[in-house]
């Protein structure tokens, strides 16, 4: 998106402002496909817990965010800006800790990358919340601050999204393992 954009790192602009314009679509299929993604691991990998629903509920704010667009510019906070920026804050709140909760069952080093990144995930929402209140935080400007944290933001999303693909397998035996020792005592 940040090709398409012509928007170098660090960005200019939020990660829903790439969704504005006529390649828009190409923010609302990544939207889409980043939330659809562990959903369909879930499917091969199903982990005990919260993760099923805590994941429908990121996915649901995912598909508001790609399908309802930000004003340009950022500036403006039409109602539809505002139902936008509600989808993002349920996705990016809601996705990763779907994540985590899936990711429980994985153990050892993939478990403890998870809460690495979990907790960089906070530190850096922390941040896109400081400079959302006009704060310079990187010193590039509130805006751009904003921005650049958001976009870290989204990358660490990715990266959990990207573990949980690798862990999947990990899982799924795990989960089959403890099946069969449940199955096999009682």
């Given at each position: ?26 923010f ?9 993604a ?35 510019g ?6 539809h800006?505002?139902v ?29 990358t ?5 907790v960089t995930?906070?530190?850096l ?12 935080t ?44 449940v199955?096999?005592?009682?």
């Amino acid at each position: 998106m940040q090709v398409i954009a012509n928007d170098p790192f660090p960005p200019e602009i939020s990660v829903s402002q790439y969704g504005v314009g006529p390649p828009g679509w190409v923010f609302t299929v990544w939207a889409l496909a980043l939330a659809a993604a562990p959903l369909l691991l879930l499917q091969h990998a199903p982990a005990p817990g919260p993760a099923r629903i805590l994941l429908w509920v990121g996915f649901s704010g995912a598909l508001v965010m790609a399908v309802v667009r930000t004003d340009e510019g950022g500036g403006a906070m039409s109602w539809h800006a505002q139902v936008h920026m509600a989808g993002a804050v349920v996705a990016l709140v809601f996705m990763p800790l779907g994540i985590l909760f899936a990711l429980r069952a994985a153990g050892g080093v993939i478990r403890r990358t998870a809460n690495a990144l979990a907790v960089t995930a906070a530190v850096l929402g922390a941040l896109v919340l400081v400079s959302a209140t006009g704060v310079d935080t990187a010193g590039f400007g509130a805006a751009r601050s904003w921005a650049l944290w958001q976009g870290a933001l989204v990358v660490v999303e990715m990266l959990l999204v990207t573990l949980y693909a690798v862990a999947a397998g990990r899982i799924a035996t795990r989960m089959s393992t403890r099946m069969n020792a449940v199955g096999g005592d009682g």
